[in-house]
């Protein structure tokens, strides 16, 4: 090297004043949740009226013994949901909603295709200005979010994050369907995310799959051409959910057990080394099966599937608010959030909190 070379050229020099900044490294803590649910019941017993089923056989094939449904004559949606979710937790962080930053909603049940169901929240809730988005990854889609948001932060540009899961699945279900309909509820949970100074708090690992090829499965089609190779496109069924119940059940087992495994993995860490585990709440054989599987005591696995039935992305922080408002999740508390949903996709996140 010669001399000339030890010392960066002009155009060099100004390419590295041009780089941006590393972000100074912080802590983001989970400053606040809330959850909102419609008041409308829907027991088995509403069922048994109008399908040939009863309260044992849901019981014992799903945990569930009721599930709440939304009133779209009174208004109620998966944006009213929302905005009460965002208000709570917004309420407990103790912010207000101009200080938003970011809006980020996770849901298949959307009024609209476009605006964002996030857009019309962050208006709603004075967040003026605020960047908002959908996410798009079914009952995965608020653990996604989750991931998203704290990435945002980290890179310093967001400050103060809104995180929203939000289904109302009794507006996509044929309830004439006994696989299907007997399954899902209508629920919303938010968080807001802010920064602190404790680097110890914060997401420690997480993951996001996806595997497109078992799209069948798991899908709501709008036209002839959604419907798989080989099944009649029935115009009966637009906009309905449409399940392969058997294969649902074997995926979400298996990937169960691999997500909790790999992300454990990064850190080093055991399952009795985790507080909480807040996964999905698709199925409460599925939910025993993971439990077993790790060894991980009742107390360590939060259920609600008996009231609430499966809330796609508002199971997750349904769960997360629950936990936090009955003062079961302390501070300083290892979390992995789980879950598994349409796509198929399947996500963690484990955080200290």
């Known amino acids: 090297?010669?001399?000339?070379?030890?010392?960066?050229?002009?155009?060099?020099?100004?390419?590295?004043?041009?780089?941006?900044?590393?972000?100074?490294?912080?802590?983001?803590?989970?400053?606040?949740?809330?959850?909102?649910?419609?008041?409308?019941?829907?027991?088995?017993?509403?069922?048994?009226?109008?399908?040939?089923?009863?309260?044992?056989?849901?019981?014992?094939?799903?945990?569930?013994?009721?599930?709440?449904?939304?009133?779209?004559?009174?208004?109620?949606?998966?944006?009213?949901?929302?905005?009460?979710?965002?208000?709570?937790?917004?309420?407990?962080?103790?912010?207000?909603?101009?200080?938003?930053?970011?809006?980020?909603?996770?849901?298949?049940?959307?009024?609209?295709?476009?605006?964002?169901?996030?857009?019309?929240?962050?208006?709603e809730v004075g967040a003026a200005g605020a960047g908002a988005f959908d996410v798009t990854a079914a009952c995965s889609g608020f653990v996604y979010a989750m991931n998203i948001a704290y990435e945002l932060m980290r890179g310093g540009t967001y400050r103060c994050v809104g995180v929203i899961g939000c289904d109302t699945m009794s507006t996509i279900i044929d309830y004439k369907d006994r696989g299907v309909s007997i399954l899902f509820g209508d629920a919303a949970g938010a968080a807001v995310l802010r920064p602190t100074d404790d680097l110890s708090k914060g997401l420690l690992a997480q993951a996001m799959h996806a595997d497109g090829s078992g799209w069948k499965d798991l899908y709501l089609p709008r036209a002839a051409r959604d419907f798989p190779e080989g099944v009649e496109a029935d115009p009966a069924k637009y906009c309905k959910l449409q399940m392969n119940g058997r294969e649902v059940f074997k995926f979400a087992v298996r990937t169960f057990g691999e997500v909790i495994q790999q992300t454990l993995d990064q850190v080093g860490l055991q399952p009795d080394d985790v507080d909480h585990y807040v996964c999905h709440q698709s199925n409460a054989r599925i939910l025993e099966a993971s439990r077993e599987r790790f060894g991980v005591p009742e107390e360590k696995l939060y259920v609600n599937i008996d009231r609430y039935g499966n809330s796609s992305a508002g199971s997750v922080p349904l769960c997360f608010d629950e936990l936090r408002k009955a003062g079961r999740i302390k501070d300083g508390d290892v979390v992995m959030l789980v879950a598994f949903g349409g796509g198929l996709t399947w996500a963690s996140s484990l955080w200290r909190v």
């Open 1 to 123: 090297m010669s001399a000339g070379d030890r010392h960066p050229r002009p155009e060099s020099a100004a390419r590295a004043a041009l780089a941006p900044a590393r972000p100074a490294p912080l802590g983001v803590r989970i400053a606040g949740t809330g959850s909102a649910v419609p008041d409308r019941r829907m027991t088995n017993a509403d069922f048994e009226k109008i399908l040939d089923t009863n309260d044992e056989w849901i019981r014992q094939r799903t945990g569930i013994r009721e599930r709440r449904r939304v009133d779209t004559e009174k208004g109620e949606s998966t944006r009213t949901l929302c905005v009460d979710a965002l208000r709570r937790a917004l309420d407990e962080a103790r912010t207000d909603g101009a200080d938003l930053d970011l809006v980020i909603v996770a849901t298949v049940t959307g009024e609209m295709l476009c605006p964002s169901v996030a857009c019309r929240v962050a208006a």
